[in-house]
């Protein structure tokens, strides 16, 4: 499983599309800015067949020290991104989760 960074994403996409990596740049970041101005501001992001990122509150809970169990710490509540993965991505990642398992 590798990681795939903005600058490999950039190169992909430009050499895919025969683009200049600036110009792709730009429409990658542009994107990037604009999502996460939209999140910021509480609004709900749906792409069909990918997926829906959204805005959730986490609930104040209560947590652990792994080096002293008996010290309970209290995580606050929050306001966290949620990504829920679309039909065709999560058919395409179940089909290649089964694959892999098969081998």
Known sequence: MATITKKKLISEISRRRGLHPNEVRLVVQSFLDCM????SDGDRLEFRDFGVFEVVKRKQKIGRNPKNA??????PERRA???TPGKKMKNLIETEEAQGAAL
């Open 36 to 39: 996460t101005e939209y999140l």
């Open 70 to 75: 008996s010290v309970p710490i209290i995580i």
């Open 81 to 83: 991104v949620k990504f």
